[in-house]
């Protein structure tokens, strides 16, 4: 008899802070605007995890009733605050009981899975407040001119106009030739936003010209468009999909930002983009080697603090290692070299001064910046176009 009272205590206890958070959460949606971008879809919805329960996008009203399904319409629908005349608990113990059951670790998984490639400058649904349990604040969004926000739940480019924008640095970089860092939307199986925002995957390609290559991203983004175990790599070019707030940010290249959805097809068309974006847009051509959609098997790693900090987001369940020294995105062009692998500064390829830190540039032809690797690396040619301390 006293385990089932127990039980029931547990559900009426859940139910009641669910019905709140529900009452709140429609509320809180309609004052900042849900995108009609499917990435933003979630917002529309009251995710709990925990060993005893996992609602998704189902929230419970009351014991006595159903569970009852909330669509994106319904979130906008008319609503009025809950009755609590009958709750036992106060609004505070509700509230003090709350951070046991938003709690989520992020999911130790593995498996295989699918990719595609976006850019839309849109704010990333991992910028919000309260999506995953975090050490830090949220994913970092931007401003028209690109500088970092301080308003974490300021209004998407790409709801209606809002401030906020994807920032910049998330875009791609080459750490050496066999490997990458990045970010991309995500969408494992099994998992929500609570599990997935601000995780990191380590991705091996298996098909393609890339097969064999590994790319360690971080979820920043997700979307409802996204299958399952599904990662849609951020690269500058790689084309809008439902929403653009490329042009609103930047106004439209000479070249044009390329088909809505798969991007710029040459290489020669980053050379018009804006000056933020031509490394990540180069980069998709040199080390990615313009490979469309490969296959890759991946699995769930700690982030690298080279990655975290270009973010600003670490999961209060994980612990940034390595490296944390940020490359500076730079313009990449042909390099000149005695022999493979290693590169020899010639004419117009630079006259900076200053140590390059491991993995930066240190040569191209028309690179201003430093050619003296710090200790322990030397300069060495990634392939024709770009060459950097490894």
Same mark, same amino acid.
């Given at each position: 008899m006293g385990i089932f009272l127990f039980l029931d205590i547990i559900h009426w206890t859940?139910?009641?802070?669910?019905?709140?958070? &529900?009452?709140?959460?429609?509320?809180?949606?309609?004052?900042?605007?849900?995108?009609?971008?499917?990435?933003y879809w979630y917002r529309s919805s009251l995710s709990l995890n925990s060993p005893c329960v996992k609602v998704g996008i189902y929230i419970p009203f009351f014991p006595s009733t159903p569970l009852l399904?909330?669509?994106? $319409? *319904? +979130?906008?629908s008319s609503i009025s605050p809950p009755d609590t005349s009958n709750m036992a608990l106060s609004k505070l113990t509700l509230l003090a009981l709350l951070p046991f059951f938003l709690a989520t670790p992020s999911l130790a998984v593995s498996g295989t899975g699918v990719t595609t490639?976006?850019? !839309?400058?849109?704010?990333? &649904?991992?910028?919000? $407040?309260?999506?995953?349990?975090?050490?830090?604040?949220? /994913?970092?969004?931007?401003?028209?001119?690109?500088? /970092?926000?301080?308003? @974490?739940?300021?209004?998407? +480019?790409?709801?209606?106009? =809002?401030? +906020?924008?994807?920032?910049?640095?998330?875009?791609?970089?080459?750490?050496?030739?066999?490997? +990458?860092?990045?970010?991309?939307a995500v969408s494992i199986a099994g998992g929500t936003e609570a599990s997935w925002c601000c995780a990191c995957y380590e991705l091996t390609f298996t098909s393609g010209p890339v097969s064999g290559k590994k790319m360690i991203v971080q979820a920043t983004n997700t979307g409802g468009d996204l299958g399952q175990n599904h990662f849609d790599l951020?690269?500058?070019g790689g084309g809008f999909g439902i929403f653009n707030a490329c042009t609103p940010q930047y106004g439209t290249p000479s070249t044009g930002w390329g088909a809505q959805y798969g991007g710029i097809s040459s290489r020669s068309q980053c050379d018009a983009f804006p000056a933020a974006l031509k490394a990540g847009c180069y980069w998709r051509f040199d080390w990615f080697q313009n490979a469309d959609n490969p296959s890759?098997?991946?699995? $769930? @790693?700690?982030?690298?603090?080279?990655?975290?900090?270009? &973010?600003?987001? @670490?999961?209060? !369940? !994980?612990?940034?290692?390595? !490296?944390?020294? /940020?490359?500076t995105a730079s313009v990449v062009t042909p390099v000149s070299s005695?022999?493979?692998? #290693?590169?020899?500064? $010639?004419?117009? #390829?630079?006259?900076? =001064?200053? #140590?390059?830190?491991?993995?930066? *540039?240190?040569? %191209?032809?028309?690179?201003? %910046?430093?050619?003296?690797?710090q200790a322990g690396s030397t300069c060495q040619a990634t392939n024709q176009w770009y060459s950097q301390c490894l």
């Open positions: 859940l139910s009641s802070i669910t019905h709140v958070l &529900s009452w709140h959460i429609k509320a809180d949606n309609i004052k900042h605007g849900i995108s009609h971008d499917p990435r399904s909330i669509s994106r $319409s *319904q +979130a906008f490639r976006y850019w !839309d400058c849109c704010k990333p &649904s991992c910028s919000w $407040s309260g999506k995953a349990s975090l050490k830090t604040g949220p /994913v970092q969004s931007c401003d028209k001119n690109d500088n /970092v926000l301080a308003n @974490v739940d300021a209004k998407s +480019a790409c709801d209606n106009g =809002g401030p +906020a924008f994807m920032c910049s640095n998330e875009s791609p970089w080459a750490v050496s030739d066999s490997l +990458a860092y990045g970010y991309a951020g690269m500058p890759v098997s991946f699995k $769930s @790693v700690a982030c690298p603090l080279a990655i975290t900090n270009k &973010s600003g987001c @670490v999961r209060s !369940d !994980d612990t940034p290692t390595g !490296d944390g020294t /940020v490359p005695t022999s493979a692998g #290693t590169t020899t500064p $010639s004419s117009g #390829t630079g006259t900076g =001064g200053g #140590t390059v830190a491991k993995y930066g *540039q240190c040569g %191209g032809s028309g690179w201003t %910046g430093g050619t003296s690797c």
